[in-house]
């Protein structure tokens, strides 16, 4: 979705906290410190270990193993991993360097978790109690507005060292250059759904992109991930009935900038449930600039929201 340049009123520059994005060094060092750490982790955090064409070059994909409320205990004494592995994390090692593939972003009641908490009781025992007594007796229940896209978690990003795009699941990636790519190495519809479903979502990607303009998008999700959500998935129906299957996308993430958590934090709960300026402005103002200007957009757009 595109912005005309006089969209949002932008306001004064805002004061806003001190940021240190890691530089690449830094950044090697922490994803050394990761991939060895989830090692010996392993009751706690998923890794697993590909070898790629080239000798000795390899990917991780680390995600964390535990469910529900012991998740989300891991998440609240280790903050910083939200941002990193809530949605699954893809790191390539070649020529003995580090580098993110692909990263995922947490997702909204993490930055509210005792509001959304009480809210979710309040819903459960009040406004859903009804609905939910209906379905116990097997009477339909529709429902005729949402604020998010119900779907599946997807990401996609392009890998200019590999010169291939990246498609990934919470679990799983896969690495395409182009249609005829996926053609020849899409295995048989027989595998494991979750070792299938970036090849669904890799079918519908390279459909979209013959008529886009593919170098320039190359360009654009080099060292950035698109997120989205794929709806109307066949093999695995959600409570939202959608016409088609289609990729619904949402924000794009800057790889190799780990900002600050406290300060992310204070971000998403001020864009907290402002559905429309979220959707049409997170692709926006992540586009591959600056970071502080990056961060004084966001901020602008966080002002403007604030009086709608």
Known sequence: MQNKKNDIPFHKQQSYPNINPKNNQQEEIYLEELITYSKKANTTIFLKEYQLNQAKNIYFIIRILLKGKDEQKLFETYPDLIFLLRRGLTILYLDNNYSILRKGLPKFYDFQSEKV??????????????????????????????????????????????????????????????????????????????????????????????????????????????????????????????????????????????????????????????????????????????IYMQINKLYQIITYTEYM
Not at 225 to 244: A, M, W
Not at 246 to 255: G, K, S
Not at 263 to 273: P, Y
């Open 117 to 290: 908490k009480n809210e979710n009781q309040f819903l459960r025992k009040n406004q859903l109690h009804k609905a939910y007594q209906s379905l116990k007796q097997k009477i339909p229940v529709t429902i005729v507005q949402q604020q998010q896209e119900n779907g599946d978690n997807f990401q996609i990003s392009f890998s200019s060292i590999l010169q291939t795009w990246v498609i990934s699941s919470k679990n799983d990636s896969i690495f395409c250059k182009n249609y005829e790519d996926y053609l020849q190495n899409c295995p048989n519809k027989d595998i494991d759904y979750q070792e299938n479903f970036p090849w669904l979502i890799a079918k519908i990607w390279f459909s979209q992109m013959i008529d886009k303009n593919v170098e320039q998008l190359q360009k654009d999700l080099t060292d950035f991930t698109f997120v989205g959500e794929f709806v109307h998935n066949s093999f695995f129906i959600h409570i939202i009935e959608y016409q088609q299957p289609a990729l619904i996308f949402f924000a794009l993430i800057n790889n190799h900038v780990i900002l600050n958590y406290f300060f992310c934090k204070e971000i998403f709960v001020a864009i907290h449930n402002k559905q429309n300026i979220w959707r049409i402005n997170i692709i926006f103002i992540l586009q591959k600039q600056n």
